[in-house]
């Protein structure tokens, strides 16, 4: 009896000492300063001329949105938002039981404050000092608010499926205020937050649906509506609308959403929470987006074939136009940045200018026939090329690239040497993983759109490696500077082979190439009005091409998102939205062509061959060599002119 005593008296004792800490902690919370949540938007974005693109949300009182709007959130999200101080702690023990016995997470328990804290916090990370701030923010937040401010906080901030707060969502989906909706429509919106990607009714009708009978059970349950309320509200005809008047691109939001991203890496101070929003100037060219996107409706006509598309000034690594997808609105995913393809014969120009380094000249020959490669361990590599078309002699590297030669490109990477390229292209930038084996000369392994254009950058802006980004400059409501890029610039590359290299991939279009085979962007060559660099690459399931000048490069991948057989008419779609693309973009833009290093020196050859040109050669050809390694007329054996010293500039 005596021991139970002490038990209790103990237990009183920790739960008076519990109790005072819990009030001081909200006395505290009360008196700090307050946090600013009158704000319609979290963020504004801004594009390179400062006109705002994300538009402004508009913010409604919680007493002019629909009841069956509060009714439907609160009864899915937290049903018991009005009995507690910012943590539904049964729900937390009864999540985490579950969690534990399942040995996954299943269940969460995050309040409607604390998912309101997160969204002011504006990152998403998991560590333990970022859930920390949270609890204190929510804390704040319920000793400095009513929960009626607080609601109407969180439902004009949240985000449903890309567009945030209630009002801008109800117009979104359904062209009306959101104290118009009906039980339906409300029951639809208030599914959306627990997934914004994937319970969009308008990305995703099915998996919303789905949603939406757990959002009107849970009313049933919470006795907000009865049975035959929720029968007649999930049968109803949804007539969804999918439009905004100033966001009407269907591929802006891809854009957007890399922003956002972007964001959640960036260390900002926590100062902006009581600054009333953000204020994000981005490096978008609206005009570059909108052509962008007119090219994709124009050019890309097969039935779910998907395309990503990057558009990047290569001299300070802004992107200036990004499409992950043809339509926002039918799929969220950002093809763009995450998805990992296969990258074909588009890897081929950094196996090449790696052999530049090493010693390989332009005209450096190696023999177009078909070839097993046989290895020490008796295993053997027989890659062949497109339609096994063959030259069955020697041939120069840049005949190589212009008709993306896949024998010459192999024996180029083994003479090397397999880790030779492996280096290379991490030195550019490209941070997959890859390994060293003898088909990744044709770009058998898988990286990212965005890997590969900042990779070409660094040919585009003739040696140079600048870092990727979306955004220029933050401030808060004030105008006070929170964060600003700074310009990340090294040069990796040697200016005198990029220009060599920049001028051997204008042989993909040229003319003089024809012979045993067609250069791959011959079609191309007669609706260029500019000189550019371009290379394209071709898989089973693939199509990318990839182009620039000093001004701009566009890289375009298209494919399936299933990985089925593309067909090869697809590529030639690919082609011509990349013309389309640079070609408008530099409509009536002033715009020049690389200067010759002083270092470099042209000869007229014979482009096949490599043999200095004479008054019988029919298609005599500059090409560009280091002084002191050009072919002269007493060179009788060319193919052997593999200088063995690396060039420096």
Known sequence: MKRLRKILKISTILLIIFTLIYLGIYTIAGFTEKLNISSPNGYYLYDSKNNIINGANEWIELDDISDYLIDATISIEDKNFYRHQGFDYPRIVKSLYVNMVNKKTLQGASTITQQYARNLFLNFDKTLDRKLKEAWLTIRLESQYSKKEILEGYLNTINYGGIYGIENASNYYFNKSSSDLTLAEASILAGIPKSPSNYSPISNYDKAKERQYLVLKAMVNNKKITQDQMDKAYSEELKLYG?????N?????????SVMDELDTLDLPSSFL?????????????????????????????????IASIAMNPNNGEIIALAGGKNYNISQYNRALYAKRQVGSTLKPFLYYVALENGFTESTTFTSEETTFVFSNNQTYSPSNYNNTYGNKNITMAAAISYSENIYAVKTHLFLGEDTLVEMLKRVGITSKLEAIPSLALGSEEITLIDMVS???????????????FIKKIEDSNGNILYE???EKEQVLNSSLTYIMNEILTSTYNYNFIDYNYPTCYDLAGKLTNKYSIKTGTTDTDHLVFGYNKDIVVGIWGGFDDNRKSDASNGKQLKDMWLDVVENYMKDKETSWYDIPSNVVGVLVDPISGKVADTNTKNATVFYYIKGTEPTYKDENLENLIPTIKTEN
């Open 274 to 306: 009581q600054t009333g929003g953000l204020k994000i100037y981005t490096t978008l060219d609206m005009d570059a987006q909108t052509i962008l996107e007119n090219s994709i409706n124009d050019h890309v006509t097969t039935e779910d074939m998907q």
């Open 249 to 257: 691109l269907k591929t802006l939001r891809y854009f957007q959403d």
């Open 243 to 247: 439009y905004l008047e100033n966001n």
């Open 485 to 487: 890029y700074k310009e």
């Open 455 to 469: 990779a070409y950058s660094t040919l585009a802006s003739s040696g140079y490696k600048t870092k990727p980004h």
